[in-house]
């Protein structure tokens, strides 16, 4: 058996295009939804996220800001530059760019956003709505896995859902929104003891522990549903996932690749967020 993958690249443009018919409805009442995003720093990565996101807007004609603040800024000032953005009626979406330098409060400067602005959805009420299913913004990478299974026509209900992590950021949220659709949810992380056990027990396996090639084909239950949501670089410098690609494709019915699968959604989602965000402050 040989994988089908799971082409990531072709489904967001499918989504995206499906949010940008909301959009262009939402322009025709003379409302053009707006993102702004916050980078603080030089890192590389953060940049091309940040160009990627700006891209993406642009694509369905979104109003989009940058805004860049020096590496040495101070909290004082950042909290001042979102509580800008808080009050600023072209803004519906707002995002500040992780990792921060180490000396900013991450979790402050995130609970500084208005809720019905923060379209990354980390803001304590939103995670605390996506425990009861009400969350208007699901945290975007995992809220993209959804849509990927559903798109792909692969079943939830009933299915034994694998999650492996247990970050705010994917971990957790994914586990509660595969338990929504009512999948039987196990969560592991890197520690649990034997984990191939359980991996093996998975209808649907999500990889999110941050380890290039941590799961292996041994690990992987025969036409089980794989998802990559890893990103890391190996030896070589090459882009790899938390799924080891080669020996997995053999073994799984699905699989998504790295880069090309998880990683077009996550962006695709929090557009369309942010669309949700405008129709929400424009009901």
């Not at 500040?96 to 208005?114: G, M, R, T």
Request: hydrophobic share 45%.
């Amino acid at each position: 058996m040989t994988a089908q993958i799971i082409d990531g690249k072709t489904i967001a443009q499918q989504v995206r295009a499906e949010w940008k018919v909301r959009a262009d409805a939402l322009k025709a009442r003379g409302i053009i939804p707006g993102m702004a995003v916050i980078i603080v720093g030089n890192d590389p990565a953060s940049k091309v996220y940040v160009a990627n996101k700006v891209k993406a807007c642009a694509e369905l004609g979104l109003y989009s800001k940058h805004v860049e603040l020096a590496s040495d800024c101070t909290e004082a000032a950042l909290l001042a530059e979102v509580e800008s953005l808080n009050n600023d009626p072209a803004i519906h979406g707002i995002l500040v760019q992780l990792p921060l330098p180490k000396h900013l409060d991450a979790n402050k400067v995130i609970e500084a956003i208005n809720p019905d602005k923060d379209v990354d959805g980390f803001h304590q009420k939103n995670v605390g709505a996506l425990v009861t299913g009400e969350t208007p913004f699901p945290s975007c990478t995992p809220y993209g896995v959804m849509v990927l299974l559903e798109k792909t026509g692969i079943a939830i209900e009933g299915k034994h859902a694998v999650v492996v992590g247990r970050s705010n950021i994917v971990g957790k949220p994914m586990a509660l929104l595969l338990l929504h659709k009512n999948a039987t949810v196990t969560i592991c992380t890197s520690k649990t003891v034997d984990l191939a056990k359980h991996t093996r027990d998975a209808d649907i396996l999500v990889a999110a522990v941050g380890r290039a090639n941590f799961i292996t084909g041994d690990m992987v239950k025969a036409g089980a549903t794989v998802i990559d949501v890893g990103i890391n670089r190996n030896a070589e410098g090459k882009l790899v996932g938390d799924v080891d690609f080669a020996s997995v494709k053999e073994v799984a019915g699905y699989i998504t690749p790295v880069p090309g699968g998880v990683g077009p959604m996550t962006i695709t989602m929090l557009v369309a967020n942010t669309v949700r965000a405008a129709e929400r402050a424009n009901a």
